[in-house]
């Protein structure tokens, strides 16, 4: 399948869908939509990843299968702003695939256009029908099941779970992601977004996806928010409980001191953090943070390397920046 990602004024970095996709995602990405890097290309602001021109609509993006909406703001609204982009992606026979809490289904210009022209809205965010509480049992599975933790909302917890998979996998290992957000899902076509379930629920439908893949021999469940945060700290809690993991992976962005969006509350001391998820995992399961993974994208090789260390000091076990340095032996045998 062929894509363009919608990225208005956020790439690269609020566009965490967009980078995921081009990460990770095995669709061929024919363009960036965004107005304000027009003219450049995916490569001058993320050299690591799939390349593709920057174009400022989707009136001037090539021949595609579908659009992707690559950003969700806080709240997760749509912006009216992006109408004319999803407008013309359905007047073109393009799929629409978006992450919003607004599901593009209920809106009644753009359910009326994909009818018109063949075309299907995909809204990533709308849970399945049939879910019900958590029944304690996601600890019974075979697999080791590992969660994804951060000390706040985008600290790598999506990346580290794809990467750590990766690194699994080429030990020879059956690992797999388990997708609780919407770019896990846009990633690997499967999935819940635990934040859109019924508060009852979200516990119980991550346990359905852990029981659904125990067939592995790894299983890697994407986290969400943070435990410390003071809008998202219930999704965390769920995904926690709902896992019932084996282990933990502390995610961290080198830097940060501050909930993002919230500055008026600090992040927690990292000891004083790691106590908090594990006392928090202990009547469910006897998870530790066994690793930890450390974004220092804002930061040059020599000074990334130092931050490495120093978090790998703070956290008592190994660490590692997963983009920039992969995921070496001494942290996946650590977390394995």
């Known amino acids: 399948m062929a894509v363009a990602i919608l990225t208005h004024d956020a790439f690269p970095d609020r566009a965490k869908t967009a980078v995921g996709l081009l990460r990770y995602g095995d669709r061929e990405v024919r363009a960036l939509v965004d107005r304000e890097r027009a003219g450049q290309r995916v490569h001058d602001s993320l050299p690591d990843v799939q390349d593709a021109p920057i174009v400022a609509s989707m009136a001037d993006a090539p021949d595609v299968d579908a659009l992707v909406i690559g950003i969700s703001p806080i709240g997760g609204e749509f912006d009216e702003s992006w109408r004319a982009d999803v407008r013309t992606a359905l007047e073109r026979g393009c ?57 706040d909302c985008s ?7 794809f990467e750590i998979r990766d690194a699994a996998r080429e030990r020879g290992l059956d690992a797999a992601v388990v997708p609780t957000g919407q770019t896990g899902i846009a990633i690997s076509g499967r999935g819940i977004v635990v934040d859109r379930v019924i508060a009852d629920y979200a516990a119980g439908a991550v346990e359905r996806l852990v029981e659904a893949a125990q067939a592995a021999d790894l299983l890697v469940v994407e986290g969400q928010g943070a435990l410390a945060h003071p809008a998202y700290s219930g999704v965390t809690t769920s995904i926690l409980h ?40 202990a009547p469910i399961s006897d998870a530790s943070v066994v690793a930890g993974m450390l974004n220092t994208r804002h930061l040059d090789d020599s000074e990334a390397a130092d931050a490495v260390a120093g978090y790998s000091e703070s956290l008592g076990a190994p660490a590692t920046d997963p983009v920039r340095h992969g995921v070496p032996d001494e942290v996946l045998d650590a977390i394995l």
């Open 95 to 151: 799929d629409v695939y978006s992450g919003l809490h607004y599901f593009l289904a209920d809106d009644e210009e753009f359910a009326r256009l994909a009818a018109e022209h063949d075309a299907e809205l995909h809204d990533l965010r709308k849970p399945p029908e049939d879910l019900t509480v958590a029944a304690g049992t996601a600890g019974d599975v075979d697999a080791t099941v590992v969660t994804t933790v951060g000390t």
């Open 155 to 161: 600290t790598g917890k999506m990346t580290a779970s």
């Open 242 to 281: 709902g896992s019932a993991p084996d282990a933990l992976v502390m995610c961290h962005e080198a830097g940060r001191e501050a909930i993002h969006g919230y500055e008026s509350f600090d992040i927690p001391p990292l000891p004083e953090y790691v106590d908090i998820y594990e006392r928090l995992a």
